[in-house]
């Protein structure tokens, strides 16, 4: 994974859409998303 660290503490916020930073090119996966998704529940909101 790859990202920009405002987009990426603003998601971790609540503050950005996952959907729409990967689409912005914002935040770059390569592999699983369900990992990612996984990886954001250890920082609740």
């Known amino acids: 994974m790859k990202a920009d660290s405002k987009?990426?503490?603003g998601y971790?916020?609540?503050e950005n859409?996952?959907?729409w930073?990967?689409?912005?090119g914002k935040?770059?996966?390569r592999g699983s998303l369900k990992?990612?998704?996984a990886f954001d529940r250890c920082f609740p909101r």
């Open 12 to 14: 971790l916020a609540g």
């Open 21 to 24: 930073a990967l689409m912005r």
């Open 27 to 29: 935040i770059r996966v």
């Open 7 to 9: 987009t990426w503490l």
């Open 35 to 37: 990992k990612l998704r």
């Open 17 to 19: 859409n996952l959907a």
